[in-house]
């Protein structure tokens, strides 16, 4: 018979730590002991995840489009990737012009992997002969919720340079 159970460890959820593992040793006694001295051992790992993943390449490319008429709406695919060394990648979201966040697609591998690479397709009034600049913003969260952000500025125009 089990005599008592303790927390020996409690993390309140504002702490910050660096990622970290170690080995956590559970002790029960039994009761009544066969012979002084007598326990039982559970060896579990114990993995605490506090570092933000790392967005990379970012890039936002656009299709050239005509504008007759001086406005027509233009697509640009955005892509980056997201790495973290601990966990594995839960999702990614983006923000336009500090719009609401709005889910990502995952692009190749299952999502069940420290790496990933995300893709959107979004279009963007352009005005003939004139440049109108964005902010996307991209996110990307892994399973402890620690969050990886970019952003970059888009410019807007007919064509390219």
């Given amino acids: 018979m089990l005599v008592s159970t303790h927390t020996i460890c409690h993390f309140p959820s504002a702490l910050r730590l660096p ?4 080995a956590l040793v559970t002790v029960a006694a039994l009761q009544p002991a066969p012979a002084q001295g007598t326990f039982l051992w559970n060896q579990s790992q114990l993995e605490v995840d506090s ?3 790392v967005i990379s390449n970012l890039k936002v490319t656009g299709e050239d489009v005509d504008c007759e008429g001086g406005h027509c ?13 601990f ?9 336009l012009d500090a719009g609401p966040w709005q889910s990502m ?17 979004i279009w963007l009034d352009v005005f003939d002969g004139h440049v109108s600049e964005h902010v996307i913003t991209v996110r990307a969260c892994d399973q402890q919720d620690n969050l990886g952000v970019a952003s970059m500025v888009i410019e807007a125009r007919e064509r390219d340079k």
């Fill in 51 to 53: 570092k933000p993943l």
């Fill in 73 to 85: 709406p233009r697509p640009y695919r955005i892509t980056f990737d997201a790495k973290d060394k």
């Fill in 19 to 22: 990622v970290l593992a170690m």
């Fill in 87 to 95: 966990s594995h990648i839960a999702r990614a979201e983006y923000s």
């Fill in 105 to 121: 697609k995952l692009v190749g591998k299952h999502s069940n992997s420290r790496r990933a690479h995300y893709e959107i397709r």
